[in-house]
């Protein structure tokens, strides 16, 4: 069944500092796969998608992810993490049936 | 463009009364939407698959009955909470796939979220 995995269950940085946060999937192929960020008591934002083509994918608010095949990993990553990205984050893979496969997510917290 | 929007966005109920939760896709087509319920500091739980002019799709343990689903139009679908009682309070989320966009695959844009309290 496909599962995903995101290890890191919260995690500080200082403001400025960059930023990865970890995705691993367990799919029969290659799924399609999405970051969202979560703010307290608000609903999920797209930051970026992958379905196909270029593997390092561009998002908003200057996110960027990268799928690589062979670890099964769609981790996103930022050079300089503002006070206002501290959220949770997930990164659900898509299903056939189109169903996004949630995992615990990560919470992100940013230091002054 | 791709903007869902809920209604309300918070609730405040009695035990044993129903409360009906909107959700609209106001930019674009939704032929499917999802309904899921989110507890504090937990991810989000599917309910329910809601196809426009069919019925429902619920994942295991979501009760039917309970929890009602319309998609009477491709820009709304409505989760009514029946009789609901203070184990019912939650987040409830939607979300709309946008197939108009002319992707291959779909994504799935989120509401905003709805807070029930039922006391």
């Known amino acids: 069944a496909q599962s995903v995995t995101q290890p890191d269950i919260h995690i500080t940085v200082s403001e400025g500092a960059s930023l990865e946060l970890r995705c691993n999937y367990s799919?029969?192929?290659?799924?399609?796969l999405f970051w969202y960020v979560q703010s307290p008591g608000q609903g999920l934002q797209l930051l970026l998608k992958?379905?196909?083509?270029?593997?390092l994918v561009q998002g908003i608010k200057g996110f960027e992810a990268e799928f690589k095949r062979s670890q099964s990993s769609f981790n996103l990553r930022k050079p300089s993490v503002h006070w206002s990205d501290a959220a949770e984050y997930f990164c659900?893979?898509?299903?056939?049936?189109?169903?996004?496969?949630f995992g615990q997510g990560t919470e992100l917290s940013v230091k002054p | 463009g791709a903007v869902v929007s809920q209604h309300p966005s918070r609730v405040i109920c009695k035990s044993g009364t129903s409360v009906k939760i909107e959700c609209r896709s106001l930019?674009?087509?939704?032929?499917?939407m999802f309904w899921y319920r989110q507890f504090p500091k937990q991810s989000l739980m599917l309910m329910a698959t809601?196809?426009?002019?069919?019925?429902?799709?619920?994942e295991q343990g979501v009760e039917k009955d309970k929890f009602l689903i319309n998609h009477a139009s491709l820009t709304l679908s409505t989760l009514t909470v029946t009789s609901a009682h203070p184990e019912d309070s939650s987040f409830y989320i939607c979300?709309?796939?946008?197939?108009?966009?002319?992707?291959?695959?779909?994504?799935?844009?989120f509401g905003p979220g709805t807070r029930l309290t039922v006391l």
């Open positions: 799919y029969g192929a290659t799924p399609y």
């Open positions: 659900p893979p898509s299903d056939q049936g189109g169903k996004l496969i």
């Open positions: 809601s196809n426009e002019g069919s019925k429902a799709t619920y």
């Open positions: 992958y379905f196909s083509g270029d593997t």
């Open positions: 979300s709309a796939r946008d197939l108009t966009s002319g992707e291959v695959t779909d994504t799935q844009y």
């Open positions: 930019d674009f087509q939704a032929t499917t």
